[in-house]
C-alpha cells in the first residue's frame, strides 16, 4: 500500500496524553480535517460508530470516509473519520483548505488516526496510487529541512510548512509594483527602479526600467523563485536575483534550502567547454545556491527577518563560494539587501527608498 496514515505526537513521541484509554485522550481526535484540494466529493460514508481504544471494525474496514474528485482519474480518500462529523454530502464541491469532518476512530483503527490515499478509481476500496506531498517539514535528528513533491517514509515525523506572513508578503510581487532601490557601487551612488508585470505568456517578471534586465519568477505561496534571468548582469536586479533565488516563504528559524543555478551562468573556459561535451552523461561543474534564515527579532511575531544565502561554485575536486547576501525583510516589504561578490572583491549595499 503507498498510503499514508497521520497521528500527532508529543515531545515525548506518544499520541495520547493520561493513560490513553479514551479516543479523547489521543491529540489528534476530533481534530478538523481539511480538503487536500479543489474537487467534488465523490463518496461520503458516515453513520459507523467510533472504536473503543484497541479494538476494529473488520467488517467496516475504512470506517468513516469521504473521496473527492479531483480530476479524471485523480482521487483522495480520508478514512476512520469521527462518526457524525462530516460536513459534506456526495456531489458537494470542496475548496483546498475546507473543513470536511474531524478526525475519528471508526472502521479498522486501533487509535484515532488519520488514512490518506491517492487513487485512480472512486471506488472506496480503490487501489493506492505513490503521490508527492508538495511542501512539508521534515523533522529529522535536530535538523528541519523542507522537503518538497516527496512522499515521506514510513515513521519518519513531519509538519505543516505554514507560509510567514512577513516573508508572503514581501516576495509578493503583484503586476505594476515599483521599488527604486539606491546603492554604492565602485564608490559611486547609483538608483535602480523595478517594476513587476505580466506578459503575454501569463509569465511574471520584474525588469529594470529604463534598463535592459528581466528577471522571471514563481510564487506559489509556499517558496519564491527565479526561473530565468535575461539582460545586464551588471544592473541590481541581477545581484538581487542571485541572492533570492529560491526563498521557501516559511515559519521556521533554522530552515535551509538549496538549488542550482543554470550552468550557462559560469564563465567560459576549458571546465565549462568539457562540462557542455559530457553534460549528458555527468554533471561535475555546478553552481549552488543556498539560503537559510539567520536571525530575526522575534521567533513567533517577528518584525524583521535578516535571510542569508550564498553560492557555491563547484569543479571538479574543489569548490569556491562565489557571493554571500543578507537580505532584511520589514513591515511586509524588502528594505534592503547586501551582495558580496568574493570573485571580484565588489560589495554592493542596496536600501529601498521608494515603493508603490
Known amino acids: ?14 499520541t495520547y496524553s493520561g493513560n490513553g484509554t479514551q479516543c479523547r485522550d489521543y491529540y489528534c481526535y476530533a481534530k478538523p480535517v481539511l480538503a487536500p484540494g479543489d474537487g467534488i466529493v465523490e463518496e461520503a460514508v458516515d453513520g459507523v460508530e467510533e472504536n473503543a481504544i484497541g479494538n476494529v471494525n473488520m467488517v467496516q474496514n475504512w470506517g468513516n470516509t469521504i473521496v473527492i474528485r479531483h480530476l479524471p482519474g485523480l482521487y483522495t480518500k480520508l478514512s476512520h473519520l469521527k462518526n457524525g462529523s462530516l460536513k459534506v454530502k456526495k456531489g458537494d464541491f470542496v475548496r483546498k483548505g475546507d473543513i470536511i469532518a474531524q478526525c475519528g476512530n471508526s472502521g479498522r483503527s ?14 472506496v476500496a480503490a487501489r493506492t496510487l505513490s503521490y508527492p506531498l508538495a511542501y512539508y517539514f521534515l523533522h529529522e535528528k535536530g535538523k528541519t529541512s523542507l522537503e518538497s513533491f516527496s512522499v515521506p517514509a514510513e515513521g ?15 516576495f509578493a510581487f503583484q503586476p505594476g509594483f515599483r521599488q527604486q532601490f539606491v546603492f554604492s557601487e565602485n564608490k559611486k551612488q547609483k538608483k535602480e527602479s523595478w517594476e513587476t508585470v505580466t506578459d503575454a505568456y501569463n509569465r ?6 529604463g534598463g535592459n534586465a528581466y528577471a522571471y519568477f514563481i510564487n506559489n505561496g509556499t517558496v519564491f523563485y527565479f526561473t530565468a534571468f535575461y539582460g545586464d548582469k551588471n544592473s541590481l536586479l541581477y545581484r538581487f536575483y542571485l541572492s533570492c ?3 521557501p516563504l516559511v515559519q521556521y528559524g533554522n530552515m535551509n534550502a538549496t538549488d542550482h ?3 550557462h551562468l559560469f564563465a567560459g573556459g576549458p571546465a565549462k567547454w568539457l562540462q557542455d561535451v559530457v553534460a549528458p552523461f555527468h554533471v561535475f561543474v555546478r553552481k549552488e545556491f543556498r539560503m537559510e534564515c539567520a536571525k530575526s527579532d522575534d521567533e513567533y511575531h517577528p518584525r524583521e527577518i535578516t535571510l542569508s544565502s550564498s553560492i557555491r561554485n563547484f569543479f571538479p575536486g574543489r569548490s569556491v563560494q562565489s557571493s554571500g547576501s543578507e537580505i532584511t525583510v520589514a513591515d ?25
Open 156 to 170: 519518519k515525523i513531519i509538519s505543516a510548512a505554514e507560509t510567514s506572513t512577513l516573508l508572503g508578503a514581501a
Open 110 to 123: 486501533p487509535e484515532p488516526h488519520i488514512h490518506f490515499q491517492v487513487q485512480a478509481f472512486p471506488d
Open 332 to 356: 511586509g516589504k524588502i528594505r534592503r539587501f547586501r551582495f558580496s561578490d568574493m570573485e571580484n572583491g565588489n560589495i554592493i549595499d542596496a536600501e529601498c527608498t521608494e515603493e508603490k
Open 204 to 209: 511574471t517578471y520584474i525588469y529594470v526600467v
Open 245 to 247: 533565488y529560491h526563498i
Open 1 to 14: 500500500s503507498k498510503a499514508l496514515d497521520f497521528m500527532i505526537l508529543d515531545d515525548e513521541m506518544k
Open 261 to 263: 543555478f543554470p550552468l
